[in-house]
């Protein structure tokens, strides 16, 4: 199978406004994440507090699942 690429990755360029929004989004995204989980961490909404642990936890353990399957996966077919 021959695949030949007619863009080399290396040359790819993007524009300095292009850039600063990138960085831009990704600073706000951060930000809001940042404020959003500083109300659980302080203790004043413990209610709140347990319900991050428990999403955490349960991302935690969906991903542990998902690991699992790939695993089993590769180990069934590329056995």
């Avoid at 991903?63 to 069934?76: K, M, Q």
Wanted: glycine share 6%.
């Amino acid at each position: 199978m021959n695949i030949s690429v007619t863009v080399d990755p290396l040359e790819w360029q993007i524009s300095q406004d292009t850039a600063n929004s990138i960085v831009a989004w990704l600073a706000n995204t951060i930000g809001a994440a940042e404020s959003v989980l500083r109300v659980p961490d302080t203790g004043h909404d413990k209610r709140l507090f347990f319900k991050v642990v428990f999403c955490l936890y349960m991302l935690s353990a969906l991903a542990r699942l998902v690991s699992g399957l790939t695993v089993a996966y590769a180990g069934i077919f590329f056995a």
